[in-house]
Each structure stands twice: as structure tokens, then as C-alpha cells.
């Protein structure tokens, strides 16, 4: 069973950039495609971006598409999320999620364990 736990969440003034981790505990963790997701106030959470599991193939929501970049370090059991041109609607929890079934994560049915997210700010 893998556990998640986010970091690398504040608050930033749009423009500006912040780099979230997702640390993995167990011992499978390059066994799991992995996946970055967010959910704003009154939302629903979303796909961010995605990433297969030795993390040659990625895949990005529109909305963030050449501001975000999802990579992976099996060595280090985690998966990390740079994030650069925030804007105000980037503000949002952001949780990462494993996904055993998956080659690709690519939308957010199917995921397998989730973390309990981290908080982005973006002010205006």
C-alpha cells in the first residue's frame, strides 16, 4: 500500500512559481503510474497532469499545458509538480494520486490512493 504525502504548497503572487512534492512510503512506488490534481473552493477536482511510470510519457489538462511540468524520481519514491506563470484561478488544494491499473494517467477515474493535498495560493 502506498501512502502519499504532498508538500511545496503557499502563497505566490501571479507570475510567480512553486514546486510540489509527493512523496511516496512504499516499497512499489515505480509500480503506479502517477497523476497531480486539483480542487478549487465550490469545484470539483480536476486532472492536472499525469506521468506513466518510469516517466518518459506525460500528459497535461489544457488549462496548464506549457505552464506546468510533472516528473518523477523512482529513486527517491516521489513525484514532483513545477509550477510556473501562476495565475488567481491556479489557487486551489493540489493532491497527487497513484494510479495501479493505468499506464498513463490522463483523467481522474481510476486512481488507487490518493494524498491528502497540499494548499496553493495565487494572489492577484
Known amino acids: 500500500q502506498e501512502q502519499l504525502v504532498e508538500s511545496g504548497g503557499g502563497l505566490v503572487q501571479a507570475g510567480g512559481s512553486l514546486r510540489l512534492s509527493c512523496a511516496a512510503s512504499?516499497?512499489?512506488?515505480?509500480?503506479?503510474?502517477m497523476g497531480w490534481f486539483r480542487q478549487a473552493p465550490g469545484k470539483e477536482r480536476e486532472f492536472v497532469a499525469g506521468?506513466?511510470?518510469?516517466?518518459?510519457?506525460?500528459y497535461y489538462a489544457d488549462s496548464v499545458q506549457g505552464r506546468f511540468t510533472i516528473s518523477r524520481d523512482n529513486a527517491k519514491n516521489t513525484v514532483y509538480l513545477q509550477m510556473n506563470s501562476l495565475k488567481p484561478e491556479d489557487t486551489a488544494v493540489y493532491y497527487c494520486?497513484?494510479?495501479?491499473?493505468?499506464?498513463?494517467?490522463?483523467?481522474?477515474?481510476?486512481?488507487?490512493?490518493w494524498g491528502k493535498g497540499t494548499l496553493v495560493t495565487v494572489s492577484s
Open positions: 494520486a497513484a494510479d495501479r491499473h493505468s499506464a498513463l494517467v490522463r483523467s481522474i477515474d481510476g486512481m488507487t490512493y
Open positions: 512504499g516499497r512499489t512506488f515505480g509500480n503506479y503510474a
Open positions: 506521468i506513466n511510470r518510469i516517466g518518459g510519457s506525460t
